[in-house]
């Protein structure tokens, strides 16, 4: 119930950021809930699945993409249209890709995802005619619900309309995603992340179970890519190469992927704090490469581990 | 007949594990395979049990060729197991646990949106594994703070929890402190009777449960079946008592 309660008021503070707070802070959280979208996505995978991908910047990639080209060459401007179109064809990349990867587990699963990753980085960067290689391709602006707003100024679009539906796509995929974890099938990806042998004999399929995992975090990832989209206005290959998967993993880590909401904790406090830290120093990697390190030693269960401590669940809520 | 193994071999490199083992387990039998170290007895289970494919032989499940079908399948045929080193979901609670066993059992495992609190037949199959194996007070615990003959229990509850119609039992008591050991055996043959299990096999070095329980005992000795009788005969056959009982239970 406590934790409900901070969920509806972290989402009302969310909700009241654009009215209160500076554009240039609620510009920040565009890429907050695109990211969140992908976290939520990409933790399936990792924190119930207990697969951790190196490579999910290629579906971020595979749905920035989508939205580029439609918007650019299809002469579709439609968001909605744009979001099913990047969760189609992130679901569709993702089923060979997901075929040949979990079919391993721990490091060869990372190597593979990363590889796969930097393929698809390699082609956007090298097929100049289609992808405009290192410039990248134009993200024009989308219309929301049908509503061309083309002549909205940018930054009132972005931190009015676009701010709304981008939390209304996040809250959307939240729930969806709470769904799936609360539900057999999310008991499934638990006992294959806890032992998978175990799993097996009580006739539990552990690479079909991993590999619907791989599909959905790909979308999510897709559609988040998408997201990521409208408020730089162009997509370019560093969106799909491999810092940006571990940026993802950063994020996932910082938050504690052994908590729901831990990823986008992750992706929040990533945000601000990377933009924090470049504001005074230049060396930003070497201090996030540091915090990294205490992450990982001192707190394994990141910043949600360390104000929660998993609790008994009762039956209603199990 | 519910259970046969026929020319059951198994080479680890040149080392032959299993030499040529034949067995045949019919329904309302309690089975025991007693042995010493490195006789083949997990090796056995593990191919009876779909996770290890055997060398050579054939076993056959319900009439069904299943030899190296692998766990998944046999489980969902109605063949379920326990492990020697305890098997548990370290960060599941009890009542997780068997509930992962029903949704696996009634085939809910792809409902992705479905809620899992309001599948009531897997809450109630759950809940009733819970109660036969008298882990009530501990449902909400997760399993890895749990005593070591409670991860015992669990680990035989959750494979009873698919409601198999054959259980094979790898040390059920090892590990576990003697008082323990006739409590989980007690509680083992309640919930099969409650179940409607219709064989068991276990493997087990504690010869006092071993003659206590089981209708028929397999002696296995360098890979083969040095014996298979009741466990009278079994009692009174000198090579069993020389290489596997040894004096003390030979005593008796």
Redesign the interface.
């Known amino acids: 119930m406590k934790g409900g309660l901070v969920v509806v008021v972290a989402t009302g503070a969310v909700a009241a950021a654009p009215l209160v707070a500076s554009t240039y802070h609620v510009l920040l959280m565009l890429p907050f809930m695109a990211y969140a979208v992908v976290l939520l996505g990409l933790n399936l995978l990792f924190g119930y699945a207990g697969l951790v991908s190196f490579g999910h910047a290629l579906f971020i990639g595979i749905g920035a993409y989508t939205g580029a080209f439609l918007t650019t060459h299809g002469r579709v401007r439609s968001l909605e249209v744009i979001l099913v179109c990047a969760a189609v064809l992130g679901g569709l990349v993702a089923v060979p890709v997901a075929a040949l990867c979990v079919r391993y587990v721990k490091i060869y699963f990372g190597m593979l995802t990363l590889a796969f990753g930097m393929v698809f980085y390699t082609f956007v960067l090298k097929f100049y005619r289609l992808t405009g290689g290192d410039e990248g391709t134009p993200f024009l602006r989308p219309s929301l619900l049908g509503r061309s707003l083309d002549a909205m100024p940018k930054i009132d679009y972005l931190v009015g309309p676009y701010y709304y539906y981008a939390l209304a796509v996040l809250i959307l995929a939240t729930l969806?995603m709470w769904?799936?974890v609360?539900?057999?099938?999310?008991?499934?990806l638990?006992?294959i992340?806890?032992?998978p042998?175990?799993?097996?004999?009580?006739?539990?399929?552990?690479t079909r179970?991993r590999f619907?995992a791989f599909i959905?975090s790909a979308i999510y990832a897709a559609v988040g890519g998408a997201l990521l989209g409208p408020p730089t206005g162009n997509v370019d290959p560093t969106l799909a190469y491999w810092t940006h998967s571990g940026n993802l993993v950063f994020m996932t880590l910082l938050g504690g992927f052994a908590s729901f909401f831990g990823p986008v904790v992750g992706a929040f406090v990533f945000i601000y704090l990377q933009n924090w830290v470049m504001s005074i120093v230049p060396y930003w990697r070497l201090i996030f490469g540091a915090m990294l390190a205490i992450i990982v030693i001192f707190a394994p269960q990141g910043l949600m581990g360390l104000v929660t401590r998993?609790r008994?669940?009762?039956?209603?809520?199990? | 007949m519910i259970l046969q193994a026929d020319g059951l071999r198994k080479f680890y490199g040149e080392f032959c594990a299993l030499d040529g083992v034949s067995l045949r387990v019919d329904a309302g039998e309690f089975v025991s395979i007693i042995g010493p170290n490195g006789a083949g007895k997990s090796t056995l289970i593990n191919i009876l049990?779909g996770?290890t494919r055997p060398s050579a032989g054939s076993v056959r499940f319900k009439d069904r060729e299943v030899g190296g079908i692998?766990?998944?399948r046999l489980?969902?045929l109605g063949m379920?197991?326990s492990?020697q080193l305890v098997?548990?979901?370290?960060?599941?609670?009890v009542?997780?646990?068997l509930?992962?066993?029903g949704?696996?059992?009634l085939g809910?495992?792809?409902?992705?949106?479905?809620?899992?609190?309001g599948?009531r037949e897997?809450?109630e199959a759950a809940?009733e594994v819970v109660e036969l194996f008298g882990l009530g007070d501990k449902r909400?615990?997760?399993a890895r703070q749990l005593p070591q003959g409670d991860k015992k229990l669990l680990?035989v509850a959750?494979?009873f929890a698919?409601r198999p119609e054959i259980i094979l039992l790898d040390e059920p008591t090892s590990g576990v402190s003697t008082a323990d050991k006739t409590a989980i055996m007690e509680t083992l043959v309640t919930a099969s009777r409650r179940i409607g299990l219709r064989a068991i096999i276990q493997v087990e070095h504690d010869m006092d449960i071993v003659f206590a329980y089981s209708d028929r005992i397999i002696a296995l000795h360098e890979g083969k079946v040095l014996a298979d009788a009741a466990p009278a005969a079994i009692q009174a056959d000198q090579r069993v008592i020389d290489t596997v009982i040894g004096r003390r239970a030979g005593a008796r």
């Open positions: 969806g769904r799936i609360h539900s057999p099938f999310g008991l499934c638990k006992t992340r806890d032992n042998v175990k799993a097996e004999t009580l006739g539990i399929g552990v179970y619907y959905i998993r008994p669940v009762p039956p209603s809520r199990a | 049990t996770i692998g766990p998944v489980a969902r379920a197991r492990f098997q548990i979901f370290p960060d599941l609670t009542l997780e646990t509930q992962a066993a949704v696996a059992r809910r495992g792809g409902r992705l949106f479905a809620s899992l609190a599948d897997v809450q809940l909400h615990t997760l680990d959750s494979a698919l």
